[in-house]
């Protein structure tokens, strides 16, 4: 490389480094040279123009066909662009001219991790550490695959290496918060979350993730207002687009008012207790959006004067507009504030006859959920779910315990049909195959005695009726439980919950549960008189 080209390769360098990538690809829009070439792809992933890399790259590889980082980055792009095994390939063909290139051994991990071979994705992420101890890269894709592998200590470890090596670096803070988090050390994933914040004060999963802490240690007020960052330009959600004016707490006295639902049925179930206190502020109409699957249940509601389809053309028809979970803030909800006038949801009369003499009751009925929904359409929640789901054959030391009548609530292609696993004397009496929306299942919950469920909607249906529910709740709890309530609930004052001691680990929980409902089921026993 001569000179000139040699001192224009630095300055762009330079812009790379500084994150200015436009600048530093036009500048080198006249270089032909391999190093070149491959600093031109490496502008344009980052700008995420795949085909450009792409074409930079061969023409960086033919250029110089031993390039090992233009082979790298290739394969960065090929798999941008779901072209795995070509990027496979392009990765090992690195790997052969660089055997010690970090960054190729790092991204072949990410390879295995995207089909995922989890083991084969730790040894190439180990083998980067091992080329490279320094490279803040390798230490995050390494912690990544822990925490798949539910190896949090690790995870937590790699992160904090990740951060100490990259200081700047607000995502790697970011996930050693998480980590963090996973192993509840609460107080240190606040502080990383707050550092990745400093860093970058629009880093939205910093914001949401920081909201979820602060909600579960019971900081609502700035808890709710950070929770407010979902609907920002890169959140999680996107109100709707109505053209209705979004209420920011301006009065309601006479004015109409459509809130609609967000996220998932249990999220419903579980804030729908806010409308009353709409109408109370004197809406003269008040509207609920929510899916079919509720709206019979949600006309119960104390101040509700219609659930209509999110399609429906009266939804424009409204002064103001609002997100359910939007209203804790609104409200100015804090621990000491909760509104749990219970039950606030009922169950209609109708719907009680119907289901009146259905189920085989006894002295002492119990439903039981062991799963909740999958909800494969997103990966994060299909992660959590993965975490706070059973099988049917892990509930049988509850079973097996004596004088119940266990009816069950479990609702799922896969989830229900594992009562075909029981033993057949032992399997609870199951109804849910008639259950066609929440108001069925609603008039079940209201002839039982208790209601067991992993952290699912049911348990916000239970809680919602006044019903005594108990939650099994996994380690890192879900941040609506607090995270360190001992038992009990602000939102259910007759939930009581069973917490995980160990990440993964359902038989001590399942076992407490068991010891919990002989002890229920003994004290319901009338007393024996002396003669």
Not at 17 to 37: E, I, N, W
Not at 293 to 322: K, M, N, P, S, W
Request: glycine share 6%.
């Amino acid at each position: 490389m001569q000179t000139s080209a040699r001192s224009d390769y630095a300055s762009a360098e330079a812009l790379y480094l500084d994150g200015r990538f436009a600048q530093a690809l036009a500048s080198l829009k006249a270089c032909d040279d391999a190093l070149s070439l491959n600093l031109a792809a490496a502008c344009c992933l980052a700008l995420a123009r795949v085909t450009d890399a792409a074409a930079y790259c061969h023409r960086a590889i033919d250029a110089d066909p031993r390039n090992a980082n233009a082979h790298n980055n290739l394969g960065v792009a090929l798999r941008a662009d779901g072209r795995l095994q070509d990027a496979k390939a392009a990765f090992l063909r690195a790997l052969e001219i660089a055997p010690n290139l970090a960054n190729a051994h790092s991204n072949l991990g990410l390879f295995h991790d995207a089909l995922g071979a989890h083991d084969d994705a730790m040894q190439s992420h180990r083998r980067a550490l091992e080329c490279d101890p320094r490279d803040s890269y390798a230490h995050l894709n390494y912690g990544f695959c822990c925490t798949k592998l539910g190896r949090y200590g690790e995870a937590e470890q790699a992160f904090q290496s990740a951060a100490s090596l990259a200081p700047s670096d607000a995502q790697a803070h970011f996930n050693h918060g998480t980590a963090l988090k996973k192993l509840v050390r609460f107080e240190e994933a606040e502080a990383a979350y707050r550092r990745a914040l400093a860093l970058h004060p629009d880093h939205i999963d910093a914001k949401l993730n920081l909201a979820h802490l602060l909600l579960g240690l019971g900081t609502m007020r700035e808890g709710w207002a950070l929770f407010e960052s979902r609907y920002e330009p890169g959140g999680w959600f996107e109100p709707p687009r109505t053209g209705v004016p979004m209420w920011q707490g301006e009065p309601l006295e006479g004015k109409s008012l459509i809130v609609w639902v967000e996220q998932g049925h249990g999220d419903t179930l579980q804030f729908c207790r806010y409308l009353p206190m709409l109408k109370a502020r004197g809406v003269a109409r008040l509207s609920f959006a929510c899916p079919d699957a509720l709206r019979e249940l949600c006309l119960t509601i104390e101040g509700v004067d219609a659930c209509i389809g999110f399609d429906d053309d009266a939804v424009l028809d409204h002064d103001y507009q609002c997100m359910l979970m939007s209203l804790p803030h609104r409200f100015g909800t804090t621990l000491d504030s909760v509104p749990a006038a219970l039950p606030y949801l009922h169950v209609q009369q109708a719907r009680a006859r119907a289901w009146q003499d259905r189920l085989p009751l006894g002295d002492f009925n119990v439903g039981l959920v062991w799963a909740g929904d999958p909800r494969s359409h997103a990966a994060h929640l299909n992660a959590v779910d993965r975490q706070r789901s059973l099988s049917a054959q892990q509930y049988l030391p509850i079973l097996r315990v004596p004088g119940v009548t266990f009816i069950s609530l479990q609702k799922g292609a896969t989830t229900q049909p594992q009562i075909d696993t029981l033993p057949p004397d032992l399997r609870p009496f199951d109804p849910m195959h008639d259950v066609t929306d929440f108001a069925d299942t609603a008039a079940i919950i209201e002839q039982l005695d208790l209601v067991i469920t992993v952290d699912t909607s049911v348990a916000h249906l239970a809680g919602a009726l006044n019903k005594p529910v108990w939650i099994l709740s996994r380690y890192d709890g879900c941040w609506r439980w607090l995270y360190r309530a001992e038992r009990t609930s602000p939102w259910y004052p007759k939930a009581r919950l069973f917490r995980q001691t160990q990440p993964g680990e359902w038989d001590d929980v399942i076992a407490d549960v068991a010891r919990a409902l002989e002890e229920a089921q003994l004290l319901r026993r009338p007393s024996k008189l002396a003669p």
